[in-house]
Structures are given as C-alpha cells and as structure tokens.
C-alpha cells in the first residue's frame, strides 16, 4: 500500500475517479462520493440467475440493482467534541484504484468501535464495521449508493461518535455472508459465514425465495454469532443468501452470492435438448443426448423420483404438452421418418405421424418442434431447407396432408436446439438461429418478424395462460431449454399447492437448475421494514419504498397491459424470542400462511399511494406498458412483528381465474416495526427548585425548597456558597434557552429561612444570596407542576467527582445510556431511534422528595406520586404531546442502603428515570456499570410497553440468555423481575410470551409489544 499526502488522479476504465487524500489525526471523517445509476435492456429474455445473467424486460426499464459508480473529490472532516480525553487517532489511505479504504489508528485505547455513516452527525443511517476488536487496522470498500461516507474509531475511554449523536452504538448488521456451497437440493446444508449473527440458533432467518428457513446452529464467538447451518427447504427455488439476526437484515444494497438449486441424485446428461412439463401430472419430461425421461421434480430426492424413460432416441427434440396430456416427439437427426406421441399420465410412446406422404417426400433434418394445443398439429424447424414442416396427425402415405414452407420463409436453422412453440390459434413463433429473429408464423403464407434478439434462442415456450387465437406472449431463452413448471404436491400442513418456477436445463453440460418465475418478478426482492408510526417527526423510514405509516410501495414485473391477481398472505409472526423446539414443531420453516388477522380491517392492496380508494386484501391490476406495475401494501395498525406477504397469481387473457391456481411469484415479507423515540436528557447532578409557596425574593437572592427538616443546610443535597449555577424554567431553557448565570456568595452563606407567605405567615425555604441582579421573571410550580413552568436552578461548576459513564468525571449532568437497548427490542420488533435535538437540562429533584421517586401504591390518577411526575413530564418535555416520544433521564436516585430502587416508570409515561447515583454505589468498576444501567433502562422501557402488567408489575419466570441450549436458562429470571435479571448477561431478555401473545398468567391478551395503540401514550390516565 503507498500512502500518499498528495492528490491522486486515478483513470479506471470509463470512468475517472478524483479522490484528495489527507491523514486525519482525528477518531471521525467523511469522505464524499458521487453515484450514477444505469439503466437496464430489453427483451423478454429468461436466463438463470445462478448463471450471473441478470433478467432483462421486454421493454426498456431502469433495473434497480445496477450502478455505474463515478467519485468526484473531496474529503471532509467531522469530528466530534468529546466528552473525556479521546486517545485514539483515525488514519485513512485509499488503494490506486479508489476500490479499498485502509483505515488504520493507533493501539492505545483497545478495544475498538468502528462505526460509518452517511450523515456526519450519526444521527440516521450508522452502521457498525466491527465491535470490540483489539485490532488496529482495517479494509473495507467504499459504498457506491451513498454521497458521503464518514467513519469513527473509539476506543474504551471515549463515548463513540454514533453513541454521542444518538445515544447508543447500533448493533451491527449481520454482514453479506459467505457461503459454503452455491449448488444444493432440498434438505441439504447451506453453511453460511457472517459476522453478527444471533447466538440463538433459531433466531436467525433467511429467506428462501417465497420461504422462509431458521437457523439449525449458530457457532459464536464472544457475544455474536459467526457462521450458522441452515437446511434448504423442501419447494424453494434459487435465491440470495439474504440472512436476518437479532431483528436487523444484511444490507440490501450490497451484492450477495446466489444458490443455485440443482435436484440431488439427478443424472446429468451430456446436453439437455427440452423440457416440457405436465400440467396433468406436475412431472416434468427432460430431453437429453440419448435419453428422454420423466422427472418428479418436486421431491427431496428426485433420482427416486425418475420414471418412464426411453433411450431409442439420438438427439430426442420434444415439445410442450397439449391439453389432452401429450407431447410430440421427433429424433434431431438427419433423415427422421416419424414422429411419436408420449401420453404424460401412462409413459406410453405411440407413433404420431410420419414426416412424409404421397406429395412430402424429401427428407426433414429436425432442429426442434411445436405442438398444437389441442393435438392437431406438429410443426418441425427443418434444417435441411430452412423451412418450418406442418405436420398433422396421422399423415403418411395414403395421404397429402404435410404442409412444406409453412409460413412462406427461409429460416437459417444451423443451431440446435432451435425454439419453437404454438398457441391456440396456430399462431407460432420461431427463431432464425442465423440472423437473430423470432418470426410469427400465422399461415400457409403470412409471416412476420417480431425483431432480433441478436443471438440464438434455444428455447421458446408460448404462455398459454394469457395467449389468445390472435395474440402470444412468449418466454425465450440463449443457451438453455426451459419449461415453466408449478409443484401440485403438498410441502406442509399450511401450504398451498401450485407455487410455480422456471426449470432450465443447459444445452451443453446438462446441469438443471430450478428458479423462481423470472417473468413475473416483484421488484426488490429483499425483506423490508415497514414503520407503524413516525409521530410526525421528520426522520426517514428504513425503506425506501415507505410512502407514509403503515403504507409501502410494491413493484410488480408482469406481461404488458395483461392482467395478474394479487393477494395479501399472512405469514406466521416472527415470534420476538425462539421457542423450545423453533416453529411450527419440527418443521425448521415458518408455515407459508398463518391467517392471523382475522378481523382486522383497513389493510390490503391499493392502487394509489394515500391509499384514498380503499384497500383490498385481493385485488386485479393491469400491468402497465413499461411491463411493471405499482401497487402500495397497506397494513393494519396491529402491532410490530406483524408479517406480510403478496402473492402474484396468473390468471387468463381477460383477467378471469384460471381452473388451477398458478402462483408465479411472492414478494418477500413486509414485517412491521413500531417505532419509539427517545431523548437523552441530562439532569442536573445537583440543584434545588424554586419554592412555589412563599413570596417572591429579592432579585438578587432565591428562595429554594428545603428537602426536609432535619438535614442542615450545609449537607452537599443542597447547593453551598461559592458554586456557579444557571436559573431557568420551561421559558428560560438551559442549554439553548434565555437562562441567566449567578454565582452563590459566601457572605451572607446560604441558609434556612422563614420567607414570608403571601396570605400571612412563614415557611422555611434555603435562601441564597447572589453576585448579580436577575433579569428574568422565573415561575416557580407546586410540586404537583401544574404551573407549567417549575423554575429551577441547577450547578454548573464545582460538581461532585462521581464518575458517569456518558460524561466526563466531574460532569455536571447525570445522562442516561441508550446503547444497547436496540438489542434487547429488536426481536420484539420495536425501532429506536435516539434523538439528540430537543435534549436539555431537567430539574434538580431530592431523593427526598418521598413521592416522586419511589411509586406509592395504586393507580389512581390522583395519587401524589403519579400526579407530580405526570405534571412534570408536561412541563419539561416540548415533546409531550407526541405519544411514540420516551425521555431516558439520568437523577439522583435514593441511597443504597435506603433503598435498592433503581429506576422507575410506567406505560402511561412518557419519561423513564434512572438512578445514576444509585447504580454507582452498585458498582465501582465502570464495565459492570454499564451493563447494570443498560438492564435497568430496559427494564423501566419494558414498562413503557406493558410488559408484565400483572400485580406487581414484575416477573420471575425465567427467559432466554446466552448458552448453547434452546431451553430456557434454569434460575435466571427474565429482564422484569424487580431486580433485573444479570446484568452482565447480554441476551438477558424479557419472558418471550409477554412480548408474543400478552401475559399469559394474567391473561390480558392484548401483549406487551403488539397493542393497537401506540406504544408509549402522554394522556393521563391511560
């Protein structure tokens, strides 16, 4: 690697890439990027996937996937100002062709965060690279979908970046894995290698194209999982090796390996010349050198499954199958005299008819043939005078009934196979192997060029489903004979019959490979998030197909201006934890449909993206001339963890039900996410609130509450002489606001007061004596905060020494942690997002204020505890008002040896406190700190969300935690017991039925995560 400090002009190809190097002694940077996307060709071409042929439409349009990448200069730098002393420096060099970034810092502060962004705050889009490794360097390559790209390292000591802006490090996304075999069958291993996998087995998920299969193991390596087995399911076709953990998805962005399914113990011939399927029987007849055989194609193990075979054939050529159950088939061979008949349901092969008559004598040299529908008819691509032979059946001497120069063309037939098929109204097409044109042939003598597709179409196989007398749609294919087949079997309980697939055989090597329906693609073919709620806040949705909440956009490929049904499925719900023994018993995939919405409404397919006409959960649309259609998913308000699917039904010319359900294709699942923001904000470490009662002072002193009446006002509770405090109340706000700052005199020293009441009388406030005049009117509040105002003052220098895991030592705020609550919601379906806009400092508030920190009994709405805090959480949060909004605040809570109360909430808050103070005496070492404060701020969120809303509030059942078993971990409670759980644990977790079906021993039903309304609600009350 040369590194460079100068600027670097690199030319690669067709494209110039200007990059300006720098070394950024800093742990934080960005780099600028620029992109431009491609568009895709034309054609109705298949082509297997797993040959590295992407499938082009038969008219222009954008394919989504390809982008030309093109970088023009410059790098900007974005560092953070942290907290405490950052002692590790970034470093950035870039390879010659601007393919690989070296990030590379220095070892002093191990272990590691890397994190990366597109947005320079990290405030959205942050993705993780690597999480606490000792290493020193690292390559990666440059995302070409994103402008900007900035990077932080950061070691123990410092608050990473992403963590400074949004309040937590995002768990990282499972990486694009590597896989141990591109080629298998139903019931085989895929091994798949990624970093960040669940260590739970069963929580990992990939999709298999319509299905979707659970992890049997999981190997690990610290808290992740690093490689996972997974048994390919019985009817999956190809697909990307696409892998969700721990509620995250691989990168949809990225380019993932492709599984290729080949059916296990099957006989490769040496070149396959057909494939034909029978509707009649759902079997499937291959061609090959020498051989022509029946195929049960749709068993795990289909060498068994192989039937009828006939070998008197050199080059057997066949055709597609009539409606009556038979297909024709003729020796590709100099000089064939006859053409046999095949009935698909007996394996019986009868003579058809010969190929020449008392008027057809000459010799046909076969290149491939076509069936009628109805029987009547062969057609045979004669290479012997470029002509297309019709063939009744039947004919032979005695006879005149061949027809020669069908058409009225010379056709060039030098390859072999050559694509040929025919529809109901003897409209058929053929391709000229010579020139690259595919003629319609509609007569004796009327022909038609349908255009050059440029190269030989070896196959062609009419789709009689939408094809009329007077009107054809084709599939055609380079270099591989195909067939359209659909399994009529039944794979499972649940599962529906009739899921179709593409069948292509290689003409050259024989290798098989069952794809998905190419022609009736939808777009995007990975899983998408799709957001419940957004709160009027103006913060992207994961996907970029969400057009509102709730609504997501699908795009269909289909036949221009032909009609496909559409239908909402609904796929069991992704259950937050693994059960004992995974899904559906020992079935490792999720049952196709789990039909759990019954009465639900207001969800479906709509054709507008307001959804304004209505939805409906089956719906017809025309595709339109760009051979695609739009149609938006809206879901029900349900809850998170909701799966969908839609289902691409075929129906017929018109529009109408075909008489057998034919599936051609399934959108991935749409899975429903609540999302819940959260605000970080800083309380005081020490301060003291106005009194309310007595009489305004002075504007050089204030009168403070006295905490209680034996405490002397000397104690450090309360704020002393010489120290700089800010005053401020919800108009005056302090970071941001018009706060005023004073100093605290010595002489006259603070002190408890009679300050005189206004109706008469006295009460004993702490007063103090200021070095200034204040400015500022300030509205002090009751305690109950009904004021609206609740003036304060808090300390902002000489502030205790305790040490706090976000801050500095000697910081002047308590902050609350949000890193690693992702993990603990995730698999429950709930996003969130920390906000930093909108923090600042909240009240002082004693741990002698009995009422307000430890909850009284009871739930009525005027209990003093409850009333105080709901007033406060009204008064302080400018959010309030929004209901998906929680405020994770960092106080002083009550002494240990008082009480071991270490935080509280409740779901109708819109606010959690976290003791700090209390959970420092817990522990003096900083990590077990951090993870004690990160089970305690779950475990007050899981309030926040009804968990456990059983008498007491709290549980002992025990949950999943971090072992190598799928049961339950004996004696360890779950994350709501009234202490928590173990902390250092880092899959301690909630009891998985709350979060699934509602609290089971209480029998509320209505679930912890999955509510109809939202999830944390302001209202009093409620």
């Not at 969908?644 to 959108?667: C, H, M, S, W």
Request: hydrophobic share 30%; aromatic share 12%.
């Amino acid at each position: 690697m040369k590194k460079t400090k100068s600027p670097l002009f690199v030319s690669s190809g067709k494209n110039a890439v200007l990059l300006f190097l720098f070394f950024f002694f800093s742990s934080n940077f960005c780099l600028s990027q620029e992109f431009i996307k491609g568009d895709g060709g034309c054609g109705l071409r298949l082509k297997p996937r797993g040959s590295g042929v992407e499938v082009k439409a038969s008219s222009a349009h954008p394919t989504e996937n390809e982008i030309n990448y093109f970088s023009q200069g410059n790098f900007s730098t974005s560092s953070p100002i942290p907290e405490a002393t950052d002692l590790t420096n970034l470093f950035i060099d870039i390879s010659a062709d601007a393919s690989i970034l070296y990030l590379s810092w220095n070892d002093n502060d191990a272990p590691f965060v890397i994190s990366r962004s597109s947005d320079p705050s990290f405030q959205q889009d942050v993705e993780v690279i690597a999480k606490e490794i000792d290493a020193t360097s690292i390559e990666l390559s440059p995302r070409q979908n994103k402008i900007l790209e900035c990077f932080d390292v950061s070691g123990k000591s410092v608050v990473s970046y992403p963590a400074q802006a949004i309040g937590y490090d995002p768990d990282p996304l499972p990486s694009v894995p590597d896989i141990s075999s591109d080629t298998l069958w139903w019931g085989d291993t895929l091994t798949i290698n990624s970093n960040y996998l669940d260590p739970i087995a069963k929580a990992n998920i990939m999709p298999m194209g319509d299905r979707y299969a659970r992890a049997d193991s999981v190997t690990t390596m610290g808290s992740y999982g690093v490689s996972a087995d997974f048994e390919i399911l019985d009817d999956s076709r190809g697909f990307y090796t696409l892998v969700q953990a721990n509620g995250r998805l691989s990168d949809p962005t990225q380019s993932y390996p492709y599984i290729a399914l080949s059916p296990r113990g099957y006989e490769t011939v040496s070149g396959v010349k057909g494939i034909s399927y029978a509707p009649q029987t759902g079997k499937v007849w291959i061609a090959g050198s020498g051989t022509l055989f029946e195929l049960d194609l749709f068993r795990r193990d289909v060498e068994n499954g192989k039937g009828v075979e006939i070998t008197t054939f050199s080059n057997p050529l066949i055709s597609t199958v009539s409606e009556d159950g038979r297909f024709v088939v003729v020796d590709g061979v100099s000089g064939a005299d006859c053409v046999y008949q095949v009935d698909v349901s007996t394996g019986v092969m009868t003579v058809y008819a010969s190929t020449k008559d008392d008027s057809f004598t000459r010799s046909i040299y076969p290149k491939g043939i076509g069936f009628a529908p109805d029987g009547s008819s062969c057609f045979i691509a004669d290479g012997n005078n470029g002509k297309v032979v019709k063939v009744p059946v039947n004919a032979g001497p005695g006879s005149s009934t061949i027809r020669d120069n069908w058409g009225n063309r010379t056709f060039i037939f030098s390859a072999m196979p050559v694509g040929i098929d025919v529809n109901k109204g003897y409209n058929y097409v053929v391709v000229s192997s010579g020139d690259g044109y595919i003629y319609q042939i509609t007569g004796q003598s009327s022909s038609s060029s349908l255009g050059s597709i440029g190269s030989v179409a070896n196959g062609i196989e009419i789709d009689r489903d939408y094809s009329i007398s007077n009107y054809s749609c084709f599939y055609y294919t380079e270099g591989y004979a195909c067939a359209h087949c659909y399994n009529k079997n039944q794979v499972e309980e649940n599962e529906p019959s009739f899921h179709g697939g593409t069948l292509f055989g290689n003409i050259n090597n024989g290798f098989i490979n069952l794809e998905r329906d190419w022609s009736f693609v939808p777009y995007r073919d990975f899983p998408q998030k799709v957001i419940l709620n957004n709160s009027n806040v103006s913060y992207p949705y994961p996907s970029p197909y969400q057009v509102s909440d709730r609504i997501i956009e699908l795009k269909i490929h289909g036949w221009r201006d032909l009609p496909v049904k559409l239908k909402v499925i609904d796929p069991p719900d992704l259950s937050p934890y693994a059960p004992d023994g995974g899904w559906g018993g020992s079935s490792p995939h999720l049952p196709y449909e789990g039909n759990d919405n019954v009465g639900m409404a207001d969800y479906g397919l709509c054709e507008n993206s307001d959804c304004s006409t209505g939805a409906e959960t089956i719906r017809t649309v025309t595709i339109g001339s760009d051979w695609t259609k739009k149609v938006y998913l809206k879901v029900p308000e349900r809850y998170s963890g909701n799966n969908f699917q839609v289902q691409v039904e075929k129906t017929d010319y018109n529009g109408a039900d075909l008489p057998e359900l034919r599936i051609a294709a399934t959108t991935p699942i749409y899975t429903t996410w609540k999302r819940v923001y959260v605000e970080r904000d800083k309380m005081f470490r020490r301060g003291n609130l106005l009194d309310a009662d007595v009489s305004a002072p002075p504007a050089d002193q204030l009168y403070l509450l006295r905490w209680d009446a034996t405490t002397p006002e000397t104690d450090p509770m309360y704020v002393q002489a010489g120290e700089q405090i800010v005053v401020f109340d919800a108009s005056h706000s302090y970071p941001d606001g018009a706060y005023e700052v004073a100093s605290i005199l010595s002489t006259p020293a603070p002190a408890f007061f009679d300050a005189p009441l206004p109706g008469g009388g006295t009460k004993c406030v702490l007063r103090v004596y200021l070095d200034r005049e204040l400015v500022n009117e300030y509205c002090p509040s009751p305690l109950t905060f009904d004021s609206g105002e609740s003036a304060a003052v808090g300390v902002v220098s000489n502030c205790d020494s305790a040490s706090n895991q976000i801050n500095a030592s000697n910081s002047c705020f308590y902050d609350a942690d949000m890193r690693a609550i992702e993990k603990t919601f995730n698999d429950g379906y709930v996003e969130f997002l920390g906000l930093r806009d909108g923090m600042g400092a909240v009240p002082y508030i004693s741990d002698q204020l009995q009422g307000f920190y430890i909850t009284q009994s009871g739930q009525d709405n005027q209990q003093p505890g409850r009333k105080m805090r709901y007033g406060f959480q009204r008064i302080w949060f400018s959010n309030f008002d929004i209901p998906n909004y929680v405020h994770l605040i960092g106080v002083r809570g009550p002494e240990r040896s008082v009480s071991d109360v270490v935080g509280f909430s409740r779901q109708w808050s819109v606010y959690t406190f976290v003791h700090q103070e209390t959970i420092e005496q817990y522990y003096s070492d900083l990590d077990l700190r951090l993870n004690f404060e990160k089970t305690v701020n779950n475990h007050e969120l899981g309030h926040q969300f009804r968990v456990n809303i059983c008498s007491g509030l709290h549980d002992t059942r025990p949950a999943w935690c971090n072992t190598d078993s799928p049961q339950y971990c004996p004696g360890e409670p779950c994350l709501m017991k009234a202490d928590g759980g173990e902390p250092t644990n880092d899959i301690r977790k909630f009891c998985k039925e709350d979060l699934f079906l509602g609290d089971t021993v209480c029998g509320d039903g209505s679930g912890a995560v999955r509510q109809e309304t939202d999830l944390v609600r302001s209202e009093e009350g409620e």
